[in-house]
């Protein structure tokens, strides 16, 4: 049975979440079958899945327009095809899995310019890591999906956290799974299944300045920014805002200390 750390992140168009994500895999694929952050832990393997890579196609019927813009809005959740990440999120965890347990984190004095991790709320269950039961709800019906598609053949998808259970003495071989998109914690599987998470926050300002730097295909059309980007991110933003187990982090800090910074988190996670 394998033992996963599932880490998300999170983030603002052009935030950084990208590049904070293939810097951690980056490093963490350095230190295969080596031991890390403690010693009973050694790293056996790293994969990472980004949303930008569930995008429907251009001319999928599912899309909204913006009809004043002419123009797709890639910025809601039917724009993504989330039944298919969730699916290949639980082939890339296989049939029986652990989630690793995590501790809480309280920020650390002198990394406000960083980021503001808020204490969590003592009266919760600290040993509940699937809000709504929706985790287990999804893993149900993924095990009957694959049962119909399969001829009765039931997967055993296991996940455990148990209140007696303690990683600190065992020999752990640890997988972990890197997850970003701009959507993620608004997705309830995602939300859940991610033991750490990360986001990062850029001012108006600086966002727009930095997109208008970009790309894309199809490209931006004029009042996009404004009249979607923007607002849409703020509306999925307060969904999660005050969530106590995720890291709000500055994206206007050098992306070396983001990457510290969050190295050092995940460390005292474990």
Known sequence: METWLVIGISGVT????????????SYFSDNLNKIIF???ITLNKVTMLSQDDYFLPVDSPKHKVVEKLNHIN?????SIDMDKMCHDIMKILGHKFILYNCHQLSKSEGDNNIAEQVEPDSAADEDNIFADHFLSNYLNRYD??????????RTSNLIKKSKNESFQNMNIKLNVLLIEGFLIFNH??????CNIKFHLHLPYEKCYARRIERTYDPPDV??????????LYEKHFKEFKDQPDIFMLNGEIAKENIFNYVLNCVKNLL
């Not at 052009?14 to 895999?25: E, H, I, M, P």
């Not at 890639?74 to 039917?78: A, D, G, Q």
């Not at 309830?188 to 299944?193: A, G, I």
């Not at 009042?223 to 980007?229: A, H, L």
């Open 14 to 25: 052009n935030g950084g979440k990208t590049t904070l994500a293939k810097s951690l895999l």
């Open 38 to 40: 403690k010693e009973n």
């Open 74 to 78: 890639w910025e809601i959740p039917s």
């Open 144 to 153: 009957e999906a694959c049962a119909a598609t399969a001829g009765n053949q």
């Open 188 to 193: 309830p599987f995602t939300l859940d299944l």
């Open 222 to 231: 004029v009042g996009y920014f404004e009249m979607c980007v923007w607002p």
